[in-house]
């Protein structure tokens, strides 16, 4: 079974320019997530998708980032403009979503990561 | 406020010892807690998970425990390898107003020769 495919692996940008990363996640995975790791933390969540709906972007920063998942599959986590503090690994996820709860409700699957260098 | 708290913050062990990670949270109503393995520059990579009535979880050399009257995980790891070399980041799930997953900040382990 292919995993979470991330690409960029790695990105170095000046601050102020944009950039974006993509996603494919397991298939038949529902949902979709991506995390802002800084060097040292744990993942941070910026935002979950259920199919192509938005079900929590509660810290995604939305005067500069941007996500979107069209038809339910890809998806596209953008910067722009970037900051210098947006340096960080960009991870992806993918989980199964079983209604009624369950061991492996929400386990989560991940890329490799994409990594941000803003200069 | 739910919060997962993981110690020590990293750890320095001779190849071939024991150790163990701490995980404490406060994450409730409690739905299942997971370790994750993260090695450097690779995305994190599932090592247990354990629901509420579980005590105990083994994975080859790894073996998680869960307190859930004290909202405490253990992650033990026996006859350390150099491969073991990582961070090990706890992560608990629980349904407030939705599912939710808590990432703890990570055990930084370094297994020396």
């Known amino acids: 079974e292919a995993g979470v495919a991330q690409s960029p692996r790695y990105k170095i940008i000046e601050k102020r320019q944009s950039v974006a990363f993509w996603c494919n996640p397991i298939?038949?995975?529902?949902?979709l997530y991506w995390y802002q790791q800084i060097l040292g933390q744990g993942p941070k969540l910026l935002i979950q998708?259920?199919?192509?709906?938005?079900?929590?972007d509660s810290q995604l920063p939305k005067d500069r980032f941007s996500a979107e998942r069209l038809k339910g599959v890809d998806s596209t986590l953008k910067i722009q403009p970037a900051k210098l503090e947006d340096s960080a690994v960009y991870l992806c996820?993918?989980?199964?979503?079983?209604?009624?709860?369950?061991?492996?409700?929400?386990?989560?699957?991940f890329g490799e990561g994409s990594r941000l260098t803003v200069l | 406020k739910n919060q997962v708290e993981q110690s020590p913050q990293s750890l320095i062990i001779l190849e071939g010892k024991n150790c163990t990670l701490q995980?404490?949270?406060?994450?409730?109503?409690?739905?299942?807690l997971r370790w994750y393995k993260q090695d450097t520059g690779r995305g994190p990579v599932s090592l247990t998970i354990?629901?509420?009535?579980?005590n105990t979880k083994s994975n080859g050399r790894y073996t998680a425990t869960l307190d859930a009257d004290t909202k405490q995980s253990s992650l033990h790891i026996t006859a350390s390898q150099l491969s073991d070399s990582a961070s090990y980041i706890c992560?608990?799930?629980?349904?407030?107003?939705?599912?939710?997953?808590?990432f703890g900040a990570g055990t930084r382990l370094f297994v020396k020769a």
């Open positions: 996820a993918s989980s199964l979503f079983r209604r009624g709860g369950g061991p492996n409700t929400g386990e989560l699957f």
């Open positions: 298939s038949g995975h529902a949902t």
């Open positions: 998708f259920q199919n192509n709906g938005v079900v929590d």
């Open positions: 995980c404490n949270y406060t994450v409730s109503p409690f739905s299942n």
């Open positions: 354990m629901t509420f009535s579980e």
């Open positions: 992560v608990v799930s629980g349904i407030t107003g939705g599912f939710k997953t808590i």
